[in-house]
T-cell receptor, first 112, second 115 residues
Framework: KQEVTQIPAALSVPEGENLVLNCSFTDSAIYNLQWFRQDPGKGLTSLLLIQSSQREQTSGRLNASLDKSSGRSTLYIAASQPGDSATYLCAERNSGNTPLVFGKGTRLSVIA | DTGVSQDPRHKITKRGQNVTFRCDPISEHNRLYWYRQTLGQGPEFLTYFQNEAQLEKSRLLSDRFSAERPKGSFSTLEIQRTEQGDSAMYLC?????????????FGSGTQLSVL
């Protein structure tokens, strides 16, 4: 059974700090992995998608990495800002015809 | 607005009533997904369509739940005889089926409260 775990469940950091969010998955045959942001009471916003053949993707202050051998992905946020406060979810799929399986998310608070 | 649209945003109903939600995907997307999310949890997969064909249904989708996508465009999710345990955020997502870079785009969700 596919399982995605995100640690920590919650994180609070001062503004300006660089931080890493962790995601682990049980699938050795990962197809792709996607990171999302969710603001309270809202839908999900796609941040980055890493294909199985890739090791990392970057968008602005965000960098996501994928290590299939260890079953881990990390989301690195540089120079955090209060506007980054949200829940960050990772999700993976093991084929092109199976749905994304989500972790429970990490709730991030960036304190000004 | 060219994103995924869901209607209504909020629905309050009494136990035993039927409810229907609508999702309008991004126009060129041929895949449409329904997920359910409860507080503090990640979204859980319910079902998905490729064009008008319903390709997979989760075991979470009891007989009281039915989803349709009649013309391969918008989709509806109906819950019959609602129960308090159905209270959740119902999320719709769409994507353009391609290779390993298939990316899902989510709507804002429908928050269901069953009293």
């Amino acid at each position: 059974k596919q399982e995605v775990t995100q640690i920590p469940a919650a994180l609070s950091v001062p503004e300006g700090e660089n931080l890493v969010l962790n995601c682990s998955f049980t699938d050795s045959a990962i197809y792709n992995l996607q990171w999302f942001r969710q603001d309270p009471g809202k839908g999900l916003t796609s941040l980055l998608l890493i294909q199985s053949s890739q090791r990392e993707q970057t968008s602005g202050r965000l960098n996501a990495s994928l290590d299939k051998s260890s079953g881990r992905s990390t989301l690195y946020i540089a120079a955090s800002q209060p506007g980054d406060s949200a829940t960050y979810l990772c999700a993976e799929r093991n084929s092109g015809n199976t749905p994304l399986v989500f972790g429970k998310g990490t709730r991030l608070s960036v304190i000004a | 607005d060219t994103g995924v649209s869901q209607d209504p945003r909020h629905k309050i109903t009494k136990r035993g009533q039927n409810v229907t939600f609508r999702c309008d995907p991004i126009s060129e997307h041929n895949r449409l997904y329904w997920y359910r999310q409860t507080l503090g949890q990640g979204p859980e997969f319910l079902t998905y369509f490729q064009n008008e064909a319903q390709l997979e249904k989760s075991r979470l989708l009891s007989d009281r739940f039915s989803a349709e996508r009649p013309k391969g465009s918008f989709s509806t999710l109906e819950i019959q005889r609602t129960e308090q345990g159905d209270s959740a955020m119902y999320l719709c997502a769409s994507s353009a089926r391609s290779a390993t870079n298939e990316k899902l785009f989510f709507g804002s969700g429908t928050q269901l409260s069953v009293l």
